[in-house]
T-cell receptor, first 116, second 115 residues
Framework: KNQVEQSPQSLIILEGKNCTLQ??????????LRWYKQDTGRGPVSLTI?????NTKSNGRYTATLDADTKQSSLHITASQLSDSASYIC???????????????FGAGTQVVVTP | KAGVTQTPRYLIKTRGQQVTLSCSPI?????VSWYQQTPGQGLQFLFE???????NKGNFPGRFSGRQFSNSRSEMNVSTLELGDSALYLC??????????????FGQGTRLTVV
């Protein structure tokens, strides 16, 4: 079972509207949570990175929230643009311990399509 | 500052052949990770190298191997290619070390097609 679950799998929104993507995780020990945007055929680009103590972080029209108690995160896109059409991937990093280095756990992504 | 460079961008190979992909990280980054991305599976972690040592490995068969050189450049090799190896192979570089909060920067990927 994937330790990082994203929903919805895909969504279609009208240009100018807002949307919210969800990410639930069971990864432990938690270090940080990242949201990436990936355009088709290209490498992912980082949007935000949040540590345990951060509840919200913004990057332009993208706002990510983190509830470390419930192990949930969301990515809110405000006033969507056609260029927002992409896959949005939630990535959770585990904390380094005496037994292992930290590693990244990837969600399957949410495919967002913005239509005119 | 130059980004992460992956070569080649596109590759077509036949079943049974082997292939080597290259990744040059951002200058100063010592960690390089490799990922396989297919439409049905999303991003799957292959392995991570730091200072020429493999320190994390995903669940891939031994046909997939890698290495890192003293200048942090990394190569990934896939032997005895199978049709199912067709995918976008991405590498990501980061500062690495004890800082697990450092950002990972991805290259544009190598699109491998096995026929």
């Amino acid at each position: 079972k994937n330790q990082v679950e994203q929903s919805p799998q895909s969504l279609i929104i009208l240009e100018g509207k807002n949307c919210t993507l969800q990410c639930n995780y069971t990864v432990s020990p938690f270090s940080n949570l990242r949201w990436y945007k990936q355009d088709t055929g290209r490498g992912p680009v980082s949007l935000t990175i949040m540590t345990f103590s951060e509840n919200t972080k913004s990057n332009g029209r993208y706002t990510a929230t983190l509830d470390a108690d419930t192990k949930q995160s969301s990515l809110h896109i405000t006033a969507s643009q056609l260029s927002d059409s992409a896959s949005y991937i939630c990535v959770v990093s585990t904390r380094m311990t005496t037994d292992s280095w930290g590693k990244l756990q990837f969600g399957a992504g949410t495919q967002v399509v913005v239509t005119p | 500052k130059a980004g992460v460079t992956q070569t080649p961008r596109y590759l077509i190979k036949t079943r049974g052949q082997q292939v080597t992909l290259s990744c040059s990280p951002i200058s100063g980054h010592r960690s390089v990770s490799w990922y396989q991305q297919t439409p049905g599976q999303g991003l799957q972690f292959l392995f991570e190298y730091f200072s020429e040592t493999q320190r994390n490995k995903g669940n891939f068969p031994g046909r997939f191997s890698g290495r890192q050189f003293s200048n942090s450049r990394s190569e990934m090799n896939v032997s005895t290619l199978e049709l199912g190896d067709s995918a976008l192979y991405l590498c990501a570089s980061s500062l690495g070390g004890r800082q697990t909060n450092t950002e990972a920067f991805f290259g544009q990927g190598t699109r491998l097609t096995v026929v």
